[in-house]
């Protein structure tokens, strides 16, 4: 998208622990845009759902956002929980290697006035059952003039 305004949602379709790799924020990072290094291999998105290995900050610049922060805090709560975060904030979560299962929803909510573009570091974009390039208008049409 040409510009990080977006919101994205997550919601936990299972009770989300601090020990089963529940989703972690650092609070107020948002603020700060910390760019990564390289291109996008193709067809990354298969992989970095699982795992994101390509595309992550380096470890410096996450560790000034942890001490600026004075915390990273984890999301937890019952299945149905939900929380509400800015596109830009540093966000991620453990693997998990308890025998409680995890399975969160992601959806990120973008503006029409945003509409995703060509990828800046991909060569193809991703496809739409995760990235819709089609724009809906909302808004009203003009009533008749009179």
């Known amino acids: 998208?040409?510009?990080?305004?977006?919101?994205?949602?997550?919601?936990?379709?299972?009770?989300?622990?601090?020990?089963?790799?529940?989703?972690?924020?650092?609070?107020?990072?948002?603020r700060r845009l910390v760019a990564t290094v390289?291109?996008?291999?193709?067809?990354?998105?298969?992989q970095s759902l699982r795992r994101q290995d390509m595309g992550v900050p380096d470890q410096r610049s996450v560790t000034e956002l942890v001490e600026q922060a004075g915390r990273i805090h984890t999301i937890t709560g019952p299945a149905g929980s939900a929380v509400l975060f800015d596109c830009n904030a540093m966000h991620g979560s453990a693997g998990n290697i308890t025998p409680y299962p995890r399975c969160n929803l992601f959806v990120v909510y973008n503006?029409?006035?945003?509409?995703?573009?060509?990828?800046?570091?991909?060569?193809?974009?991703?496809?739409?059952?995760?990235?819709s390039r089609h724009v809906a208008s909302q808004r009203p049409s003009p009533g008749p003039a009179g």
């Open 111 to 131: 503006s029409v006035d945003n509409a995703l573009v060509a990828p800046f570091a991909a060569a193809e974009p991703r496809p739409g059952y995760l990235a």
């Open 38 to 46: 390289g291109p996008t291999p193709p067809e990354h998105h298969r």
């Open 1 to 30: 998208m040409p510009a990080a305004k977006a919101v994205s949602l997550s919601v936990a379709l299972m009770p989300s622990y601090d020990c089963n790799g529940s989703l972690m924020i650092i609070p107020g990072s948002g």
